[in-house]
């Protein structure tokens, strides 16, 4: 009879560990990383169209298929993961403007820059647009140490544009930046307001034809 249990014992053991050794290679190298880039790619969308209230946990843990108690294998608060989706969205929308304004051909880069910027198609693909226009306001009102790395990308984002910007020395370019980046957030930011198509179109071009009429390259 002892010698049945210890059988018996031996051979729950032995399935416990071949099931965890199944489990373990279930996942090929580098599935964690790949699972941790699409939640934050994912969620990074879901903040551009929602706000940052608006990418609760569970909300993006189903989006990707996973529990929520598996998103604490990859971030240590909700915090963390919004701020990867911040830093995600400016990354994401700032390669698409610098491979537009390297492609820039014949025309000015910052030309370029603005007439994309103030198109149709990131008037309406809210989820992939700039995170100055959509969470302005929502990275204002966080914490002190947020907002902080939150001025860290914006930085990175203002040394990324500001090579294509017009003017001659790097004090103008960066002033350009500004003043150009900061009328088409905000004519964005408007557009989005007003239902109108015809509404939203005029905005866009009259900001778009204001802009590129009023800097020298």
């Known amino acids: 009879m002892v ?28 599935h964690k990383a790949e699972v941790h880039r699409k939640i934050v ?12 209230a608006g990418a609760g946990v569970a909300s993006v843990m ?17 915090d963390e993961l919004l701020l990867a989706s911040i830093k995600e969205a400016f990354r994401d929308f700032s390669d698409r403007l610098v491979a537009a304004a390297q492609q820039a051909g014949s025309d000015e880069p910052w030309k370029v820059i603005v007439k994309s910027y103030l198109g149709l198609e990131n008037l309406r693909r809210v989820e992939e647009s700039c995170p100055l226009s959509t969470l302005a306001t929502d990275m204002a009102r966080t914490d002190k140490k947020m907002r902080g790395e939150i001025v860290v990308e914006l930085i990175k984002y203002k040394e990324l544009m500001t090579p294509f910007m017009p003017g001659r020395r790097k004090a103008e370019k960066e002033r350009n930046f500004f003043v150009i980046f900061s009328a088409m957030t905000g004519a964005l930011q408007l557009a989005r307001i007003i239902p109108d198509p015809g509404a939203q179109e005029k905005i866009l071009a009259s900001t778009r034809e204001f802009l590129l009429s009023s800097f020298e390259g």
């Open 3 to 30: 010698i049945i249990l210890w059988m018996q014992l031996i051979f729950v053991c032995a399935l416990e560990m071949s099931q965890s050794i199944l489990k373990t290679m279930r996942y090929a190298p580098g």
């Open 62 to 78: 189903r989006d990707t298929g996973l529990t929520h108690g598996g998103f604490y294998k990859h971030f240590e608060s909700k």
């Open 41 to 52: 790619q994912d969620s990074s969308r879901r903040v551009r169209a929602e706000g940052l």
